[in-house]
């Protein structure tokens, strides 16, 4: 279904939880096992330069800089009305795909852009070193990002009601958006992850799930103006709560 497929890319990252795993792992919360086994739930087979993910690994415990209260691992997703928070004309945003990066704060001079490249049943990570301060992000509290998204929720969920016939072709909308918020759920997340943090995944999780029964369960597409306005807002909370979640992490180790 390529609709669902392009709509999916707009609103779900598995770089989210990715990304939250490897935090988790870098300030020692998480062992290697738990890590290695969560980004196969995220994508597969992972490789780095042709080899294999452990070398990505030791890499990143090398470089990040954890002891610095700004966050040691920032999730850059981008999409249409918001650009990706890497300076243009990079070779990292050249490498970029919908499934956006993570990056890794070693220095105020150097940050590394790990970028991943999603196929069937496999990931291939490319590392970029940028000297240039990235683009600050939005730096929206867990409550601010968590308001725009509830905002969000209560304006996607009159959609399924505006749609007239066409939400007659599902026997139960609400429960087709209940499966895919399922979906978006999975693999879950590690045990350290802030209740705000998880609160605000699990938000922008049923946003997303209502976007695609929508657009493409449906097939209607009318309302897409509305739906794409959302969008935004969706990534904005899962940068947001990944933010959240190092910053707890931080604070536990160093704060």
Same mark, same amino acid.
Not at 118 to 123: L, S
Not at 142 to 151: C, H, I, N, S, V
Not at 187 to 212: H, M, N, Q, S, Y
């Given at each position: 279904?390529?609709?669902?497929?392009?709509?999916?890319?707009?609103?779900?990252?598995?770089?989210?939880? /990715?990304?939250?795993? $490897?935090?988790? =792992?870098?300030?020692?919360?998480? @062992?290697?096992?738990?890590?290695?086994?969560?980004?196969?739930?995220? !994508?597969?087979?992972?490789?780095? !330069?042709?080899?294999?993910?452990?070398?990505?690994?030791?890499?990143?415990?090398? &470089?990040?800089?954890?002891?610095?209260?700004?966050?040691?691992?920032?999730?850059?997703? =981008?999409?249409?009305?918001?650009?990706?928070?890497?300076?243009?004309?990079?070779?990292?945003?050249?490498?970029?795909?919908?499934?956006?990066?993570?990056?890794?704060?070693?220095?105020?001079? $150097?940050?590394?852009?790990?970028?991943?490249?999603?196929?069937?049943?496999?990931?291939? =990570?490319?590392? +970029?070193?940028?000297?240039?301060?990235?683009?600050?992000?939005?730096?929206?509290?867990?409550?601010?990002?968590?308001?725009?998204?509830?905002?969000?929720? *209560?304006?996607?969920?009159?959609?399924?009601? &505006? $749609? !007239?016939?066409?939400?007659? *072709?599902?026997?139960?909308?609400?429960?087709?958006?209940?499966?895919?918020?399922? +979906?978006?759920? /999975?693999?879950?997340? @590690?045990?350290?992850? /802030?209740?705000?943090?998880?609160?605000?995944?699990?938000?922008?999780?049923?946003?997303?799930?209502?976007?695609?029964?929508?657009?493409? /369960?449906?097939? %209607?597409?009318?309302?897409?103006?509305?739906?794409? &306005?959302?969008?935004?807002?969706?990534?904005?909370?899962?940068?947001?709560?990944?933010?959240?979640?190092?910053? %707890?992490?931080?604070?536990? &180790?160093?704060?």
């Amino acid at each position: 279904m390529i609709a669902a497929v392009y709509t999916r890319a707009e609103v779900y990252s598995p770089l989210q939880n /990715t990304a939250v795993w $490897l935090a988790a =792992w870098l300030y020692g919360h998480e @062992p290697t096992d738990e890590l290695l086994d969560a980004l196969r739930d995220l !994508g597969g087979t992972h490789t780095y !330069g042709g080899r294999p993910i452990a070398a990505l690994l030791a890499d990143a415990r090398a &470089a990040a800089d954890l002891t610095s209260p700004d966050p040691a691992v920032r999730l850059l997703l =981008w999409g249409p009305g918001q650009a990706a928070a890497i300076p243009a004309g990079s070779p990292a945003l050249s490498a970029l795909t919908p499934a956006g990066a993570v990056a890794l704060r070693e220095s105020d001079e $150097l940050t590394h852009i790990l970028v991943p490249r999603y196929t069937e049943g496999a990931v291939e =990570w490319r590392w +970029f070193e940028e000297h240039e301060r990235l683009p600050e992000p939005a730096w929206l509290t867990p409550g601010e990002a968590d308001a725009l998204l509830a905002r969000a929720t *209560d304006q996607a969920a009159d959609l399924i009601e &505006a $749609l !007239g016939g066409g939400a007659a *072709d599902l026997p139960n909308p609400r429960l087709t958006v209940g499966a895919l918020s399922d +979906f978006y759920d /999975t693999p879950g997340l @590690p045990g350290c992850v /802030t209740p705000r943090a998880a609160k605000l995944f699990a938000r922008a999780d049923r946003v997303a799930a209502i976007i695609e029964t929508v657009t493409d /369960t449906v097939g %209607d597409h009318s309302l897409d103006p509305q739906l794409f &306005a959302l969008w935004r807002h969706i990534r904005t909370a899962r940068m947001a709560g990944v933010a959240d979640a190092v910053h %707890d992490l931080w604070r536990e &180790a160093y704060g």
